[in-house]
């Protein structure tokens, strides 16, 4: 008898912890995920080991989103992006690389290819994700929205958008607007300077 109770007493206490275990997945919820853009609610894998990238995790930062190429008039472009980089991701910026071969067949390579050259040649620490399609029946929704909200899709390597804080607004720049254009820069700063509004609706 005693050992009859004990073993019921054993199941009823498995039956608790796992009840529990799956109520508390169910509540959790990270703090932030319910107020992750829609924009931004895609994932990819990492260039270099191909460990899933949210994008959520760059939310409430200034994004800097660029389709690049290895062998492109354009490449040389990595070296201003990094600068960019480095220099405001204290501020709020963080770039997202997106190599593609859509263009001229200038990003032939694999992932460890483009991530090695992308180190050795240009020291680029900023985020690199895998090789992605961004025009045409293939591009990624997650292009196809930036082009849906830019009014632009990108006409060849290096092409840019900025993403506001907010995840809202999108704006486009051509592949030969160079990283430290101007115009591009002071679009750039009014971005980084905006403060999150309380919506975030798209």
């Not at 989103?65 to 490449?75: E, H, I, L, Y």
């Amino acid at each position: 008898m005693p050992n009859t109770m004990s073993s019921a007493f054993q199941f009823f206490r498995v039956i608790m912890i796992g009840a529990a275990l799956i109520l508390g997945a169910v509540i959790y919820r990270p703090v932030n995920a319910a107020s992750c853009p829609e924009l931004l609610q895609h994932t990819f894998p990492s260039l270099q080991d191909g460990t899933p990238q949210s994008l959520c995790q760059y939310q409430g930062k200034v994004i800097l989103v660029v389709n690049t190429a290895s062998f492109c008039g354009f490449t040389d472009q990595y070296g201003g992006l990094e600068v960019l980089y480095r220099k405001y991701r204290a501020h709020g910026l963080v770039v997202l690389g997106f190599p593609s071969n859509d263009f001229g067949n200038q990003e032939p390579g694999d992932s460890k290819q483009i991530a090695k050259f992308c180190r050795r040649t240009y020291n680029v620490e900023f985020p690199m994700l895998e090789k992605s399609h961004v025009v045409g029946s293939q591009r990624t929704p997650f292009y196809a929205e930036l082009a849906r909200r830019s009014g632009k899709s990108p006409r060849w390597n290096f092409h840019k958008y900025l993403i506001d804080r907010a995840g809202s607004q999108v704006l486009g720049f051509e592949s030969a607007v160079v990283p430290d254009d101007k115009q591009f820069l002071a679009a750039l700063h009014k971005l980084l300077d905006a403060r999150k509004p309380l919506s975030r609706k798209t």
